[in-house]
């Protein structure tokens, strides 16, 4: 797919690895919508200036079905279409099984999972339709692992890696593609405030001796958006922590 002047609607993209997958797109001549539950800053916005792009800001929560539609539908609106869906909003409530409560575990799935099929289902009938589209879900190695503290978000993550290969079996007949990128250990503001001896025990385990940078997820979530025969697959990106 050739992303000048397509439509990329990346969820979850006002910091971290969706604010780099919106710069990477806009810098390849994609016009990008920003989103946050809460309204986005001008400063974020006024960052994409130099790309010569469409950059429109939509605030919403993906975990409401109703919410979503009425995004990607302002979307459409505004831009014309939506040609390519990155599902990266996520949330993490991390606490042994043993002390999990049903709220966090159901929290988790509702943003990280039912968010992806709400803005899944919002785009799909027009993608299917325009026989194009691209739709890129970010999940985590911790889906195919598993992790200590992280049932509900391991569940949310593996859950997402199921739920993309059934639809792309569905809608790969009118070359809508949905793959999958599962991010290890990113440099964020997360890892940074880990303690130097859990980085260092991470970091043992990992056979590069390094964290990713968001910028690498971006440029995997545009080769994918980019290429025409690839469907239905996930790509650990995680400095060969999973390789098998």
Do not use: W
Not at 24 to 44: D, H, P, S, T
Not at 227 to 244: K, P
Request: with cysteine; glycine share 10%; hydrophobic share 45%.
């Amino acid at each position: 797919m050739d992303l000048q002047e397509k439509n990329v609607f990346i969820t979850g993209s006002t910091r971290g690895i969706g604010l780099a997958i919106a710069h990477q797109f806009a810098a390849c001549g994609a016009n990008v919508i920003v989103n946050g539950r809460k309204e986005v800053g001008k400063e974020l916005l006024a960052g994409f200036a130099s790309y010569g792009v469409k950059v429109l800001a939509i605030s919403g929560d993906v975990s409401d079905s109703r919410d979503a539609q009425r995004m990607v539908e302002e979307a459409r609106e505004k831009l014309g279409s939506v040609d390519i869906l990155v599902n990266n909003a996520g949330i993490t409530k991390d606490k042994l099984m043993l002390k999990l409560t049903e709220d966090d575990f159901e929290q988790v799935l509702k943003v990280n999972l039912t968010g992806a099929f709400n803005m899944t289902q919002a785009v799909l009938k027009a993608m299917t339709k325009a026989r194009e589209g691209s739709i890129i879900n970010i999940s985590s190695v911790v889906g195919l692992t598993g992790n200590i503290g992280q049932a509900n978000y391991a569940a949310s993550k593996a859950g997402l890696i199921g739920f993309s290969k059934s639809v792309a079996r569905e809608v790969a007949g009118r070359n809508v593609r949905v793959n999958v990128i599962a991010p290890g250990m990113i440099e964020s503001d997360m890892t940074d405030v880990l303690p130097e001896k859990v980085k260092d025990a991470t970091l043992a385990q990992i056979p590069m001796k390094r964290f990713g940078k968001p910028a690498e997820v971006a440029e995997v979530a545009v080769f994918l958006a980019k290429q025409e025969y690839m469907t239905g697959q996930v790509i650990a990106l995680d400095g060969g922590l999973t390789m098998q």
